[in-house]
């Protein structure tokens, strides 16, 4: 990894393969939690031929050893921080009854 930009989760990868270095984001990090990498740190990547903020490779997978995981492990949720949104309406001026429907929110992926 020549350089990681922490607070922007993106950096650049260098290899014989991708000459002038192979941009990746966070987002291509495979490894569950925070996904960070450090410069000077051995990765392996795959890559495609796509020009991205300068660069004319772009990392599509990237992870630490040599053993490419399948997928980034899927996050547990958080017991620390859980999101409620209740919406009220006043009722309309002239007094007319309106149509209201609750629905309960549904999870990520329980939809």
Same mark, same amino acid.
């Given at each position: 990894?020549? =350089?990681?930009?922490?607070?922007?989760?993106? %950096?650049?990868?260098?290899s014989? &393969?991708?000459?002038? %270095?192979? !941009?990746?984001?966070? %987002?291509?990090?495979?490894? /569950?939690?925070?996904? /960070?990498? /450090?410069?000077?740190?051995p990765?392996?990547? =795959?890559?495609?031929?796509?020009w991205? $903020?300068g660069y $004319?490779?772009?990392?599509?997978?990237? !992870?630490?050893?040599? $053993?490419?995981?399948?997928?980034? &492990?899927?996050?547990?949720?958080?017991?620390?921080?859980? /999101?409620?949104?209740?919406?009220?309406?006043?009722?309309? &001026?002239?007094?007319?009854?309106?149509?209201?429907? =609750?629905?309960?929110?549904?999870?990520? %992926?329980?939809?």
């Amino acid at each position: 990894m020549r =350089e990681w930009h922490v607070d922007e989760g993106w %950096g650049v990868i260098d290899s014989d &393969a991708t000459p002038g %270095g192979c !941009w990746a984001h966070f %987002g291509t990090v495979l490894m /569950s939690g925070y996904r /960070s990498l /450090s410069p000077g740190q051995p990765v392996s990547f =795959e890559f495609e031929t796509e020009w991205q $903020d300068g660069y $004319d490779y772009r990392a599509v997978a990237v !992870w630490t050893g040599n $053993d490419r995981p399948a997928t980034p &492990a899927r996050q547990k949720p958080s017991a620390a921080y859980h /999101s409620i949104l209740r919406l009220e309406f006043d009722a309309p &001026a002239d007094g007319e009854a309106t149509d209201r429907v =609750e629905r309960p929110l549904q999870e990520p %992926g329980n939809q």
